[in-house]
């Protein structure tokens, strides 16, 4: 992968490739992404269970077309007690980063872009919610100015994010468009390499 992390929404077709990625997580990584040591089953079924129509997803693939980054931006009405935000709306995200694939900032560069879409989507609140022992996540929560609070061996981290300008709109919508470009050129890439394959009779 390039030192420039490409993060592109994640929709219906790419669900196959989604579960491929968390199945293939080390059991350390999936305590620390789902707060428990999953079965494949769960896991299989929290994936299946993703509402692209309601939620957000995004991804970033390396340049051998493997998703190695998942970003989980879920959407919740808030809470009528809540003195956070008075937005019809809240955030929550999770993400998940194949081990082949530390150390690049690809954690923080997928929170910005779910960042972004919250002020986009007219969201002001964005939450995160991990174990205190999840290095990456804490490292992320304090990079992002998060406020952050510990009970119990779990922590929860909140960002308060501006309003949407013309600025982040674009910025959004430039970063998607690279990442679509750059996904697609992966991707034919990919059938060629088969197709070349096939015709020298290889597997």
């Known amino acids: 992968m390039s ?10 077709r790419d669900r196959r490739r989604m579960l491929r990625h968390f199945l293939d997580l080390e059991d350390s990584d999936r ?13 299989t079924n929290y994936v299946n269970r993703i509402d692209f129509a309601r939620d957000m997803v995004f991804g970033v693939y390396n340049r051998m077309f493997k998703l ?5 931006l879920a959407f919740a009405p808030r809470d009528e007690n809540s003195s956070v935000t008075e937005k019809e709306r809240v955030a929550e995200f999770g993400v998940s980063v194949s081990r082949s694939a530390r150390g690049r900032g690809i954690g923080s560069r997928l929170f910005e ?3 972004i879409h919250c002020r986009n989507n007219d969201v002001d609140t964005l939450y995160m919610h991990c174990l205190s022992s999840n290095k990456t996540m804490m490292h992320i929560a304090k990079k992002a100015g998060m406020e952050i609070h510990r009970d119990y061996g779990e922590a929860d981290a909140y960002l308060k994010l ?4 013309p600025a982040s709109v674009l910025q959004e919508a430039l970063h998607e468009q690279i990442a679509v470009l750059d996904y697609t050129l992966k991707a034919n890439k990919r059938i060629a390499s088969k197709w ?4 020298l009779g290889r597997k």
């Not at 305590?31 to 896991?43: A, I, M, N, T, W």
């Not at 501006?162 to 300008?165: F, H, K, N, R, V």
């Not at 070349?196 to 015709?199: A, I, V």
């Open 31 to 43: 305590l620390l992404r789902f707060g428990s040591l999953l079965p494949d089953e769960q896991v």
């Open 196 to 199: 070349f394959n096939r015709l």
């Open 162 to 165: 501006l309003p949407a300008d």
């Open 68 to 72: 190695v980054a998942v970003g989980h």
């Open 3 to 12: 030192s420039i992390v490409l993060v592109k929404e994640l929709r219906e």
């Open 113 to 115: 872009r779910a960042a």
